[in-house]
C-alpha cells in the first residue's frame, strides 16, 4: 500500500504565499512523476502542477508563472510554492504519485487534499 499525504493549506489573504508539502509513504521502490490538481466547490477538478522523475515541470496557464513545484526523491516529497494568490485559487489541493510498488506494481496514487483559502 501506498498513502500520499498533503500539508500546509490553510487561509491566506490575495497576494500572499503558501507552500504546501505532499510526503508518499508505504510500499515504494521508485516514483516517477508527481503533482497537484485541485478542485474548487462547484467546479471540476483541475490540474495545476506537474513534475517528471528527470525534474521537468509543466503548468497550466492559470497558475504559470506563480506556482512551482519541486520534489525530494530521498523523501519522497513534493512540493507546490504558491505565490500571488487569488481567490480564484481557493480550492483543495491534492497530490498524485505514480509509484512502483516494491512488489513490481504500477500504480497512480492521490492524497485525500489539503485546503486552501484565498480571501481577503
Known amino acids: 500500500q501506498v498513502q500520499l499525504v498533503e500539508s500546509g493549506g490553510g487561509w491566506v489573504q490575495p497576494g500572499g504565499s503558501l507552500r504546501l508539502s505532499c510526503a508518499a509513504s508505504?510500499?515504494?521502490?521508485?516514483?516517477?512523476?508527481m503533482g497537484w490538481y485541485r478542485q474548487a466547490p462547484g467546479k471540476q477538478r483541475e490540474w495545476v502542477a506537474h513534475?517528471?522523475?528527470?525534474?521537468?515541470?509543466k503548468f497550466p496557464d492559470s497558475v504559470k508563472g506563480r506556482f512551482t513545484i519541486s520534489r525530494d526523491n530521498a523523501k519522497n516529497m513534493v512540493y507546490l510554492q504558491m505565490n500571488s494568490l487569488k481567490p480564484e485559487d481557493t480550492a483543495v489541493y491534492h497530490c498524485?504519485?505514480?509509484?512502483?510498488?516494491?512488489?513490481?506494481?504500477?500504480?497512480?496514487?492521490w492524497g485525500k487534499g489539503t485546503l486552501v483559502t484565498v480571501s481577503s
Open positions: 508505504g510500499s515504494i521502490f521508485s516514483i516517477d512523476a
Open positions: 513534475i517528471s522523475s528527470d525534474g521537468i515541470t
Open positions: 498524485y504519485a505514480a509509484v512502483s510498488s516494491r512488489a513490481g506494481i504500477l500504480g497512480d496514487y
